[in-house]
């Protein structure tokens, strides 16, 4: 929790009719000027981003594989140490969330965490490889000019009837076109 002056604040809510504050040496983590915090997993460690207002962004490793007690079990108790900081130009005061993932694995393949999808499991090399090449081996490319045929003005309407209440033109995806750019 970003908790202003006190810093980042470590609570353990394995029992929520019951959360505990975890203390830990705030030399590591000298924070004085919390606004906000965003979490992030990278390989085996866990780290915090925080938005120390007058001190800047900074980065605090919670948990670190060979470092942390217990770091390979189900909930390792986090030890919070700054390992790096941005000075900004104004009071630091949020942090945007990083990609949402719900499972993670360690360096060598292994699940270590599932965030909120119980028996979810990460996407192996051939199931990635097709979120990000078509068929023939080509790279999948976003931009932001979508093909004439796929062009708001140029897409067919259809009415799909849904039951009672479907207005004409009502389409199951929520009214729009599925067309790929800016409209």
Do not use: C, W
């Given at each position: ?80 140490k700054v390992i790096a900081t941005y ?54 490319r976003v931009t932001d000019d979508a ?37």
């Amino acid at each position: 929790i970003a908790a202003g002056k006190q810093g980042l604040v470590v609570v353990d809510v394995g029992r929520p009719e019951h959360p505990a504050r975890l203390e830990y040496n705030r030399a590591d983590a000298p924070l004085d000027d919390a606004y906000d915090v965003s979490v992030a997993a990278t390989n085996a460690s866990f780290f915090a981003y925080v938005a120390d207002g007058k001190n800047g962004l900074r980065v605090v490793r919670l948990v670190e594989a060979g470092e942390t007690p217990g770091h390979q079990g189900f909930s390792p108790r986090p030890a919070p140490k700054v390992i790096a900081t941005y000075p900004t130009s104004g009071v630091a005061v949020a942090v945007n969330r990083g990609q949402v993932r719900d499972r993670f694995e360690d360096e060598s393949g292994g699940q270590m965490v599932v965030s909120n999808r119980i028996g979810a499991r990460t996407f192996n090399l051939e199931e990635i490889r097709r979120f990000m090449f078509y068929p023939n081996g080509q790279t999948l490319r976003v931009t932001d000019d979508a093909p004439a045929a796929l062009r708001h003005e140029n897409v067919k309407r259809e009415t799909v009837v849904r039951g009672e209440g479907a207005a004409p033109n009502d389409r199951a995806g929520g009214g729009k076109p599925a067309a790929a750019g800016r409209q």
